[in-house]
Every structure is written in structure tokens, then in C-alpha cells.
């Protein structure tokens, strides 16, 4: 299946700093992407949706200032935890959909990144 | 809007054995997939098995199979011959064709293969 990178996968950092956690996708184009917050053992929250070339659309309850996410390109999204406070501390995932037809709907995932405020 | 559940937050089967994962969904729509995937304790989320509403066949994959019930909106994933690396926490999820924006997850089950 298609593959999506998530770099870093672990990520220490001071209050007060700010994070970027990058999301490709590797051998498709990707015009969306998704960024998922994972508190341990609990589902996956969606925070927001990754459009390429516009704004991303954020969940309700996501603040958009807190978390930036910037998707430049078909096949990178970022996301940016600014000003980052151990409430932020958590697991991130992305994931994207491959829009081939044979696999179209399927969503594939990074492996993620644990975030961890000092 | 819809919604996943999943009503066995831990399961555990012998290697070996076979298990089944149980997830209900509510909709009011006719088009949709549905989806199992896995996330092992590595945490990397991977796709197990996906099945399109509008076929009545249940979808296998090896030793993964589910038990498609439209009408009763049940969709449940039978895991045969349990190994070891099937320990994962499992999460039922619902794609909508209409809205076509994001997945839907149910809360996961837990499962763990006994040696």
C-alpha cells in the first residue's frame, strides 16, 4: 500500500517553544491530509484536515492559532504545536488518502509522533 | 452524523484460535465503507481489511475476515489462527462516499493473543 512518513517520531521540547511535525506522503499526491491527537489507549481525535494550496479546516474545540498546519505542497503537511505546554504532550498522527482508484478512500498513516513539554 | 462503536474495550484469545471483534455503526446513509484497522503497540496504525457497503460479499484478507450485516449495521472482524503479532488495540471506522471527508473511529478494542 502507499506510504506515509511522519518525522520526528519523538520529540522533547521546553514549555514555551514551539514544534513542527512534518507528514509525507511518499509514492502518491496527496491533496488531503489529516492530523489526529491519540491520548494512550483512547481512539483517535481528529484535530484537523489538511487541504492542499488553502486553509486547513480545524475540529471545533482545536485552537487554530495553537496548532498551524501549512500544506505547501501535494505531498507534505506540517503541523505546527507553537508555544507548546505540557497539556500539549501527546501522541500526533497524519494520515493521508490515496486517491488511486483501485485504493481510492483508503486512508494510510504516518507512524507518528510523541510529544513530550517539559 | 454517524457513529462507531465498539462494545469490547479488551478481548484475549489463545494462539492459534480464532476471535471475533464486534462494531456497530449508525447511519442514515446507503453509501459508505467500512474499515478495520490496527495499531500495535508501535502504535503505527495499518489497514486490515475494508468493505464497500454496496457489496453484499463479506471481504477476506488471508486470515481476516468480517461479517457484513448492512441492515442490522453490524460489522464484525474474525480473526483466525490468532498469532502472536495480532496483539494490537483494533479500530472499527466508517468512511461516508456522501460527505467523503474523514473517518469516523469507533473507541477500539484491545486484543491480546495468549501463547
Known amino acids: 500500500g502507499a506510504v506515509v512518513s511522519q518525522h520526528p517520531s519523538r520529540v522533547i521540547c521546553k514549555s514555551g517553544t514551539s514544534v513542527k511535525i512534518e507528514c509525507r506522503s511518499l509514492?502518491?499526491?496527496?491533496?488531503?491530509m489529516f492530523w489526529y491527537r491519540q491520548f494512550p489507549k483512547q481512539s483517535l481525535m481528529l484535530m484537523a484536515t489538511?487541504?492542499?494550496?488553502?486553509?486547513?479546516?480545524?475540529e471545533q474545540g482545536v485552537e487554530k492559532d495553537k496548532f498551524l498546519i501549512n500544506h505547501a505542497s501535494l505531498t507534505l503537511s506540517t503541523l505546527t504545536v507553537t508555544s507548546a505546554h505540557p497539556e500539549d504532550s501527546s501522541f500526533y498522527i497524519c494520515?493521508?488518502?490515496?486517491?488511486?482508484?483501485?485504493?481510492?478512500?483508503?486512508?494510510?498513516f504516518g507512524a507518528g509522533t510523541r510529544l513530550s513539554v517539559l | 452524523a454517524q457513529t462507531v462503536t465498539q462494545s469490547q474495550p479488551e478481548m484475549s484469545v489463545q494462539e492459534a484460535e480464532t476471535v471475533t471483534l464486534s462494531c456497530t455503526y449508525d447511519?442514515?446513509?446507503?453509501?459508505?465503507?467500512l474499515f478495520w484497522y490496527k495499531q500495535p503497540p508501535s502504535r503505527q496504525m495499518i489497514l486490515v481489511i475494508r468493505?464497500?457497503?454496496?457489496?453484499?460479499q463479506n471481504a477476506t484478507e488471508n486470515r481476516f475476515s468480517v461479517n457484513f450485516q448492512k441492515a442490522a449495521k453490524s460489522f464484525s472482524l474474525k480473526i483466525s489462527d490468532s498469532q502472536l503479532g495480532d496483539t494490537a488495540m483494533y479500530f472499527c471506522?466508517?468512511?461516508?462516499?456522501?460527505?467523503?471527508?474523514?473517518?469516523?473511529f469507533g473507541s477500539g478494542t484491545q486484543l491480546t493473543v495468549l501463547p
Open positions: 447511519t442514515s446513509e446507503n453509501n459508505y465503507y
Open positions: 471506522a466508517f468512511f461516508s462516499r456522501v460527505s467523503a471527508r474523514q473517518l469516523t
Open positions: 468493505q464497500e457497503a454496496y457489496k453484499q
Open positions: 489538511s487541504n492542499e494550496g488553502s486553509k486547513a479546516t480545524y
Open positions: 509514492d502518491f499526491q496527496a491533496t488531503t
Open positions: 494520515s493521508a488518502r490515496d486517491p488511486a482508484t483501485t485504493t481510492k478512500n483508503i486512508q494510510y
